[in-house]
């Protein structure tokens, strides 16, 4: 048993494996696709996408062409941000699922609460009726979860207060020294899953001489440190990398960070901050 397939088991029972391939950024076709193949031939079965990253045909394609049974893959894709209406709610999940070329997604996530040109605008009103297009979306069983992803505890709040399905899932940007506590004990309380985008802090942790020196004492990259301490934290990470070493890397979790070393890592801040030394990526 690898960390690859280990999974959690979302509220309606559906398991979704801890561990999933982030495609964020990658938007050139044929390395989206390239990139989710050598996840998938890797082990990897849960892949992580939106209409807005702008590659949901390579990844649809992708998965299509594995040879890997579709009931075994775990695929997320997620409503554009701007989308705040349920009849567009309703007509953007078609497009999305014309051009990802799959019968149903496991998983379907508002994308954010708000527009990206208008981050905090008040949209409770217009999260509310896209959530009523994603509970008749479930309920036609071409989504088998549904939730929302950069949402704040106000956010989810509106959304739960009179929902008939509650989120499943809140896909937050989570890392360590950026752990949003307050969104994953509000969530946890809820029974909504939480999963990471930007574990690595989109390669800025990945120079953090405090995290370098816990890798250094297990042995293992500073990459793997931060994913096996999400995982640690009960969230669910979601790599990305278009480097077939570096998905292979980012897989091999399969070791137990100790409570001190948690704790030291629990304590550290800002460490997105290129005053570690630059940028990955
Ligand atoms: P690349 O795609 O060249 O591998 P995040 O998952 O937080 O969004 O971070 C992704 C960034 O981190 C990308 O720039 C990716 O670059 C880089 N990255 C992913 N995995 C590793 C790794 N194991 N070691 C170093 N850099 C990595």
Known sequence: MTVLQDAFTLSNGLPMPKVGFGTWQITDSAEAY???AAALACGYRHIDTARVYGNEDSVGRAVRDSGIPRSEIFVTSKLPAEI???DEALASFEVTMATIGLDHLDCYLIHAPWPWHDIGRDCAAGNKAVWTAFEAIHRSGRAKAIGVSNFD????AAILDGCSVKPMVNQIRYF???TQDH????CRRE???VTAYSPLATGKIL??????GVAQRYGKSVAQICLRYVIQKDVGPLPKSTSAQRIREN??????????DMNLLDRLSDTDKARHGGEAS
Do not use: C, R, Y
């Open 176 to 178: 360590i020294g950026h």
């Open 84 to 86: 705040k209406d349920h």
């Open 153 to 156: 505890v106000p956010d989810l």
């Open 34 to 36: 390239d990139a989710t």
């Open 183 to 186: 969104v994953v004990d509000f």
């Open 191 to 193: 029974d909504i899953q």
């Open 207 to 212: 120079n953090h001489p405090d995290i370098q």
């Open 251 to 260: 897989a091999d979790t399969d070791f137990e960070i100790d409570a001190s």
